[in-house]
């Protein structure tokens, strides 16, 4: 009997999940998150931080959709280290799994500003079902606030405030929103999407350090000009950082993320990757390359395990 450990739960980790049972029936299939619940809609976590949905719709697995397929879920679960020789998983607190067939599925945590007081009471990162109920619970209660990260989660968090009622100042370090992708055409009907909803685009800007009071709650965001922002919500999306930090001594090729073949194996045997940190062998365009959408990683992970599954690698990745 075959051992499949995953580790992460999210689109990518579930897609193998799913897929490895229908290819290997019998085999033992074990998903490790270190997140409190099962999978759930990432995209939509937005739309309950702004109050505009419950949280039922955004849960995608419960506990027993695992149940039913056979499937050993292991949440709050923090894997500490890999080794590839023993093909052994380590956790802090869950004991040791060995495997056969290992998917790594961690994608990435928000980038913290490094500025001082950037983990005050109050700054928000954008990424977990958790994170959006702190946001909502806070953003209720708050009249001011800063957005920092030009970029689509720094979007939502405009949209959050927009959505509360939050006065809020959006800095932004060059001279529109999204300036890698957009016009200044396009950015500027952007930037009046941003004012109809009172939060106000601040240019040629970006975050020196945050204030805070007595009790380390951030008061405000002092840019590299000098001005000061009062603000008593603050919303920080300034990128992802990979979860690799346990792969660390594991032997696998890394380069911003971990190095895949077309088949997501990685350059170490038994060991394959799917999802945000994949850079992958693109065959359509015939170089490496990465996709953070979330089409591409349920089908990085699907791929995965047709894959894992196989005697030999039987599916390429293709994704447009």
Sequence with gaps: MTQYVIIGDGISGSSAAETLREKDPEAQITVITDEGEPLYNRILIKEHAKGKLPEAPISIHDE?????????????????????????????????????????ATGGTPTQLPVDNSDADGIHHFWTFEDARGIREHAEQSDTGVIVGAGLLGIDFAAVCGAQGIDAKYLMRGDRWWRYALSADGAEIMHEGMRDVGVEPVFDSGVDHFETDDDGHVTAAV???????????????????????????????????????????????????????????????????QNGSWGSAKEQGRIAAVNMAADNEAEQFEWV
């Excluded at 709050?76 to 290992?102: F, M, R």
């Excluded at 993320?257 to 365009?285: C, K, P, S, W």
């Design 223 to 289: 840019d590299p000009n000098g001005d000061r922002y009062g603000c008593d919500f603050a919303g920080v999306a300034i990128g992802l950082s990979f979860n690799t930090e346990f792969l660390r001594g594991a032997g696998l090729e890394e380069e911003n993320g971990l190095i895949v073949d077309e088949y997501m194996q990685t350059n170490v045997d038994d060991v394959y990757a799917a999802g945000d940190i994949t850079r992958f062998h693109d065959v359509l365009l015939g170089e490496q390359a």
């Design 64 to 104: 027993g959709w695992y149940e039913e397929r056979d499937i050993e879920l292991s949440l709050n679960t923090h894997v500490t280290s890999v080794d590839t020789d023993a093909k052994v998983v380590h956790t802090y607190d869950s004991g040791d799994l060995e495997y056969d067939k290992l998917l790594v």
